[in-house]
């Protein structure tokens, strides 16, 4: 049964745009048949197994840094999963890719519950 989460990322309130990170991410997504879907400025990762999407933890946590660095305000990443919504404002860049890749082994799920249903319309 495959797994899945989505991202997003949030400044002052307002949503980003993650374009560059399905530019990132596109080469590894299509090597290791994972799916990639846009809704809004949220994007949705689905795969077989929980350790393939454990392999877009350091694209995903280099996007995260990489805006915290281009702007002057706080930038929140938001992971959903059918757990419900994580964000965390504050990462040491060095540790960054281990949370992410924390967040992807614990908070992904079947992208079919009920309950991820209701986290999205909440992203």
Known sequence: MPVGFGVSLFAEGDALDPAQLLIAVAP????RNIEVHRAGNVLWFIAPQRSTLSELAAPL???WQETVRS????VDFRFVGPNGLDTTS?????FAPTLVQHMIEHGS????DTDAV???RVL
């Open 71 to 74: 702007t002057e305000h706080q």
């Open 118 to 120: 209701g986290v999205r």
């Open 28 to 31: 590894l997504a299509q090597s």
């Open 90 to 94: 504050y990462c040491q860049p060095d």
């Open 61 to 63: 946590a280099a996007w």
């Open 109 to 112: 799920g079947t992208p079919s």
